[in-house]
């Protein structure tokens, strides 16, 4: 069926130090791939996003990157600060459908 | 500049009642989206509407749930004859139009069934 991959569940790293978040999606179709991060009872936010036609994209500390043809993309988060703990979900318009498909999420905890 | 508006923010129901969850989108989009979050897990997708029509209802039960977005007013998820495994977080989320895919996410309605 149509899903969403993501991995690790959880990851733990250094202030300072790099973290990257990978998923993979099942269908070739989908267009369109956001980050949200969440916050212990929280809404998500909407952090970076991605679309098919582009192959990177950077903002300040944090990019993503996409491979079409492997079907998968990455969050990448430089210099990690330990306000960037929280649950990092991806996501995908999954043939090309409006309605977003999520990853399982990613508990992320920067340690001071 | 508001946000996604959502209330009630809490809501307690007991077994076989009815739960109405609302969502404003934020100014100027016409797009809306419900999804439940479920304790430690992620979203799920139910439907997708736009002003007075349901576009997308894949991820909606069959029975007892519903979602309206009439041409004034908010956007309503109703969910009849409530039962515990109904206890989630549900999200509304909104976006502006026909090609921009960004949806920004309501601060959510707890249900908690009793």
């Known amino acids: 069926g149509e899903n969403v991959e993501q991995h690790p569940s959880t990851l733990s790293v250094q202030e300072g130090d790099s973290a990257v978040i990978k998923c993979t999606y099942s269908d070739s179709a989908s267009n369109y791939f956001p980050w949200y991060k969440q916050e212990l009872g929280k809404r998500p936010q909407l952090i970076i996003d991605?679309?098919?036609?582009?192959g990177e994209k950077k903002d300040q500390r944090i990019a993503v990157t996409l491979n079409k043809t492997a079907k998968h993309f990455s969050l990448h988060i430089t210099e990690t600060q330990p306000e960037d703990s929280a649950v990092y979900f991806c996501?995908?318009?999954?043939?090309?459908?409006?309605?977003?498909?999520f990853g399982s999420g990613t508990r992320l905890q920067v340690q001071p | 500049n508001a946000g996604v508006m959502q209330n009630p923010r809490h809501l307690v129901r007991r077994r076989g009642q009815e739960a109405r969850l609302r969502c404003s989108p934020m100014?100027?989009?016409?797009?809306v989206y419900w999804y439940r979050q479920l304790p430690e897990e992620g979203l799920k997708f139910m439907v997708y509407l736009q002003k007075e029509n349901i576009i997308d209802e894949s991820g909606m039960p069959k029975e007892r749930f519903s979602a309206e977005f009439p041409k004034e007013g908010p956007s309503i998820l109703r969910i009849q004859q409530v039962v515990r495994g109904d206890s989630a977080a549900y999200f509304c989320?909104?976006?502006?139009?026909?090609?921009?895919?960004?949806?920004?996410f309501g601060p959510g309605t707890r249900l908690t069934v009793t």
């Open positions: 100014k100027g989009h016409s797009h």
């Open positions: 989320a909104s976006s502006p139009g026909e090609i921009d895919y960004e949806q920004y």
């Open positions: 996501a995908a318009s999954l043939g090309g459908r409006r309605a977003l498909t």
């Open positions: 991605i679309r098919s036609n582009v």
